[in-house]
């Protein structure tokens, strides 16, 4: 262990904790305005249920050693988890940066059920899920699993990460079911310069989520900081040139998704790639996710805030392109298509194959289960009302102008309306 | 005495309110409403999905008045608010029953004129005054 790395590592776990709110902005911005403080909510609540699921059960299930596909029970309740080393660092930043990363994974998934999922049952949702699929998934890939032993290559988690929650959101999609004008009327995201701030504030998170996933601040780190940087910057040019061809203007939107797109599309290859194929691959990632998203709005599938087009779609390509561009001048260790290895694609598509099988099957159960035991939907009324209201008993924009403040007597159980506001007509 | 109730675009407003002005037209109400007259609609495109913009933003302003001002009025919202192109808005002139300014119980002549000038100043016989006379 040295300071530099446990340094760069303390910083980079906050980086990536940071992009959970920022999500919430991401998404927040995207719904209409009376649902924004459930939908940022959704990302928020995963801080605690999630941070906590983690801390618990889930580090253990992840990187306790076990089996090829899923890692044991000895770090259960933290135990063993200390200051000693863990590769360059203390065990115990290595779990709590690990943990940044299954927070932020679980928001993810709210993307595809916002606007009519009952709060109670996303919180049961995210806490078994990330206990249930995100926990061996991560296991297969970093913890000693069997797709780390078989040479897939997933830097920053492609595949654990992104094509997992999309694969996720997609089920989750189909089961709760479709918002209740959806394809009947247009949803307009109700605040834009909030989606802009989240996609902002995710680019400087990525920085340590990717830079970070080198685990010491080392020259691999500095290749992913790089590629980091290029990669989205590649992506939201291709992006705004497709919209320009499109209808002659380039949205705003769009250039907060393209730069998400690019920074998913890389995640995967960061460590691996040099910096003129991030350029590359940012650029070639543009594509399938633009059509994609064109292509969602025409089908049934209210994926509302495009889980799959971004991140599915995104991360599947940035991991077969990661089995194209992978360099051993720049990382150290494997080549790929584009240096004379072939097989690495294919190991690529096989570990995305597996994650989309696992994540789809895994997350169908988990939601049953959630099902079976509350309800999933909040009702048309509460829906048509708006989440906020009917779920949190708050507005995110209350006028105040009309609200009778009721006092509690102290003698009663029942509140008494204040004298003041008798004026004001019924109680 | 009337009520003009003009329906103005938003970037007109301050115009309107200069030309008011100087018309010695002192009570307005103003709100901001969505309307949908006779011009296009503006397309706008989030993500894969594109929306007709069917209601624009407009201005409504509220303007009670006697009988003589209404002309001045009118013609000063007209001034100011016109541009030639289809959205410029409408002016409706409406009838009112009685008016009751609220702080004195003062009545109808009284209480749309403004503080300070007296209404039998302007009782009757100057329907044609120029645009200096208060209303």
Request: with cysteine; hydrophobic share 50%.
């Amino acid at each position: 262990m040295n300071r530099a790395d446990t340094a760069w590592m303390l910083i980079s776990t906050a980086l990536v904790l940071l992009m959970t709110p920022a999500l919430a902005f991401f998404y927040g911005g995207l719904v209409r305005s009376k649902n924004a403080l459930n939908t940022m909510m959704m990302s928020f609540a995963a801080l605690g249920a999630v941070g906590l699921a983690w801390a618990l059960f889930g580090y253990s299930l992840a990187f306790a050693p076990g089996s090829p596909f899923v890692g044991g029970t000895a770090h259960v309740l933290l135990r063993h988890v200390g200051l000693e080393a863990k590769g360059a660092i203390p065990h115990v930043l290595f779990m709590c940066y690990q943990g940044t990363f299954a927070i932020v994974t679980a928001a993810l998934v709210s993307g595809a059920v916002v606007e009519r999922m009952r709060f109670q049952a996303y919180l049961l949702f995210l806490v078994l899920w990330s206990l249930v699929v995100y926990g061996p998934v991560a296991h297969w890939v970093w913890g000693g699993g069997f797709l780390a032993s078989f040479g897939a290559l997933d830097f920053a988690g492609g595949t654990v990460v992104h094509v997992n929650a999309a694969v996720a959101a997609l089920v989750a999609a189909t089961i709760v079911g479709p918002r209740k004008d959806f394809a009947r009327q247009a949803f307009l995201p109700h605040n834009v310069p909030f989606t802009l701030l989240g996609a902002g504030l995710l680019w400087f998170g990525w920085f340590g989520f990717n830079a970070g996933s080198a685990l010491e601040a080392s020259p691999i780190a500095v290749v992913a900081f790089a590629a980091t940087m290029l990669a989205p910057a590649a992506t939201l040019v291709v992006w705004t040139l497709l919209d320009l061809v499109r209808d002659g203007k380039v949205t705003a939107v769009g250039a907060a998704t393209g730069i998400v797109v690019g920074l998913v599309a890389v995640t995967p290859a960061a460590g691996y790639i040099s910096p003129s194929s991030a350029i590359l691959l940012g650029a070639i990632a543009a594509f399938p996710s633009y059509y994609g998203l064109v292509f969602r709005v025409r089908t049934r599938l209210d994926d509302s805030l495009d889980v799959v087009a971004a991140h599915g779609v995104g991360g599947t390509v940035g991991a077969l392109l990661t089995g194209v561009f992978a360099e051993k001048a720049w990382n150290g260790t494997v080549n790929g298509l584009a240096f004379g290895n072939a097989r690495q694609v294919g190991i690529q598509a096989f570990a995305v194959l597996i994650t989309i099988a696992y994540s789809a099957v895994a997350t169908f159960v988990v939601l049953k289960v959630v099902g079976a035991l509350v309800l999933l939907r909040a009702d048309r009324l509460d829906e048509g009302l708006g989440l906020d209201v009917s779920q949190h008993g708050e507005e995110a924009y209350a006028e105040g102008e009309g609200a009778i403040l009721i006092l509690h007597d102290g003698d009663t159980e029942t509140p008494a309306l204040a004298p003041s506001a008798t004026l004001g007509g019924e109680s | 005495m009337k009520l003009v109730v003009a329906i103005i675009r938003p970037d007109r407003l301050n115009a309107v309110l200069e030309e008011l002005y100087k018309a010695d037209v002192q009570g307005v109400s103003i709100s901001r409403v969505q309307g949908h007259g006779g011009e296009r609609e503006h397309v706008e495109t989030y993500r894969g999905t594109t929306v007709k913009m069917g209601l624009s933003e407009k201005v409504r302003l509220e303007i009670g008045v006697s009988n003589h001002f209404v002309q001045p009025t009118v013609s000063a919202v007209v001034r100011a608010a016109r541009t030639g192109v289809v959205g410029d808005g409408k002016i409706f002139v409406l009838p009112v029953e009685k008016v009751y300014r609220i702080r004195t119980g003062e009545e109808d002549q009284q209480a749309v004129t403004p503080v300070g000038v007296p209404a039998h100043t302007l009782s009757s016989g100057t329907e044609a005054s120029s645009s200096t006379s208060p209303r």
